[in-house]
């Protein structure tokens, strides 16, 4: 059974900074591709970042673009965020997940979810 465990959320004021980890039951190299996505209140669950096991490529949205950075530590099993520059935008609920396929976009085909952790920015 696949296990994604969110932490590193909190209240940040805007310009701050928070890692967000997201830390796998199993092997995080078993995975085609980890990626972070986000919904804010009222809205639809939209995609932030995410990284291939195999390589390390990487996709961002472009509104984080610049300002997040998505990380692996494969000896660790755990998979990164790091927010920068934080908007009052950036408020959400992130969640981890991850594919076990590989598919020609990194935005597609994550069967694997953690329960999120909250990011609050204040202005």
């Known amino acids: 059974q696949v296990q994604l465990v969110e932490s590193g959320g909190g209240l940040v004021q805007a310009g701050g900074s928070l890692r967000l980890s997201c830390a796998a039951s199993g092997r995080t190299s078993s995975f085609a591709t980890i990626a972070w996505f986000r919904q804010g209140t009222g809205k639809e669950r939209e995609f932030v970042a995410a990284?291939?096991?195999?390589?390390?490529?990487?996709d961002y949205a472009d509104s984080v673009k610049g300002r997040f950075t998505i990380s692996r530590d494969n000896a660790k099993n755990t998979v990164y965020l790091q927010v920068n520059s934080l908007k009052p935008d950036d408020t959400a609920v992130y969640y981890c997940?991850?594919?076990?396929?590989?598919?020609?976009?990194?935005?597609?085909?994550?069967?694997?979810w953690g329960q999120g952790t909250q990011v609050t920015v204040s202005s």
């Open positions: 997940a991850a594919s076990a396929r590989f598919y020609l976009s990194l935005r597609v085909g994550y069967n694997y």
């Open positions: 990284i291939r096991q195999s390589g390390g490529s990487t």
